[in-house]
């Protein structure tokens, strides 16, 4: 698990200082003196510790956002926790879903529990399919990584099982792809950078160069 939260965890501060100044190039230095880590992070800390723990996933996300309330947490998600203990998830589809659930793709020795389990977390604050299948589709290239798929293999079960489309190159996405908050529209192009990567810097460059993304104060929600 603590393979799968570095390269969450490293993927975020190097991405952050691009939230503002989308790059559309794989050439960039990778840390800068304002590189930091999110809300992102935080959640992926904060549910890789709940399903180590087996404390109650809501209330650790609760506990992590008072630990780090200043990690770029969206209007959306404060309300979540505002609303207090048990409150209604959101009706969310945006890829926040998909970018902690990580530690999911280690949470068991089977594909199909490693679903359960990244549908489980995500429903907490994410009550939409879009969400749960950007989750799921995650955790499950995560899983299948791990356990030795070929990236052959991991594609063609992502698009069977989600219908992603994996087969368009990021050179032919890059020009045109701008701000999309949605799991439909982020987490297809995040695994065809791995799968086009040649090693773990690579899809970094790879994910980061789609450019898109904007600072949180733009963002509707950024974890939510």
Same mark, same amino acid.
Not at 12 to 22: A, L, W
Not at 82 to 91: F, M, S
Not at 192 to 198: I, N
């Given at each position: 698990m603590i393979s799968a939260m570095f390269g969450a965890i490293? %993927?975020?501060?190097? %991405? !952050?200082?691009?939230?503002?100044?989308? =790059?559309?190039?794989?050439t960039f230095p990778l840390f800068?003196?304002?590189?930091?880590?999110?809300?992102?992070?935080?959640?992926?800390?904060?549910?890789?510790?709940?399903?180590? !723990?087996?404390?109650?996933?809501?209330? @650790?996300?609760?506990?992590?956002?008072?630990?780090?309330p200043d990690a770029g947490f969206g209007p959306t998600f404060r309300a979540w926790i505002?609303?207090?203990?048990?409150?209604?998830?959101?009706?969310s589809a945006s890829n926040g879903a998909a970018m902690r659930i990580a530690p999911a793709g280690w949470a068991a %020795?089977?594909?199909?529990?490693?679903?359960?389990?990244?549908?489980?977390?995500t429903v907490l604050t994410h009550d939409h399919?879009?969400?749960?299948?950007?989750?799921?589709?995650?955790?499950?290239? =995560?899983?299948l990584a791990r356990t030795g798929a @070929?990236? %052959?293999?991991?594609?063609?079960?992502?698009?069977?099982?989600?219908?992603?489309?994996?087969?368009?190159?990021?050179?032919? =996405?890059r020009p045109g792809y701008a701000f999309d908050l949605s799991c439909a529209g982020t987490v297809p192009h995040a695994?065809?950078?791995?799968?086009?990567? !040649?090693?773990f810097e690579d899809a970094l460059r790879n994910a980061i160069s789609i450019g898109g993304e904007r600072g949180s104060e733009l963002r509707d929600n950024e974890t939510v």
């Open positions: 490293a %993927g975020d501060v190097i %991405g !952050s200082v691009f939230e503002r100044n989308n =790059v559309k190039s794989k800068d003196a304002a590189s930091r880590f999110t809300d992102d992070t935080v959640l992926t800390v904060a549910l890789a510790h709940s399903l180590i !723990s087996g404390e109650d996933a809501g209330r @650790t996300m609760r506990s992590f956002h008072a630990r780090y505002e609303a207090g203990d048990g409150a209604a998830a959101p009706r %020795g089977s594909l199909e529990v490693v679903l359960a389990e990244a549908q489980r977390l399919p879009e969400a749960v299948a950007g989750a799921q589709a995650t955790a499950a290239a =995560v899983f @070929t990236k %052959g293999e991991l594609r063609e079960f992502v698009e069977a099982r989600f219908g992603y489309d994996l087969s368009v190159p990021l050179d032919a =996405v695994i065809r950078a791995f799968l086009e990567a !040649s090693d």
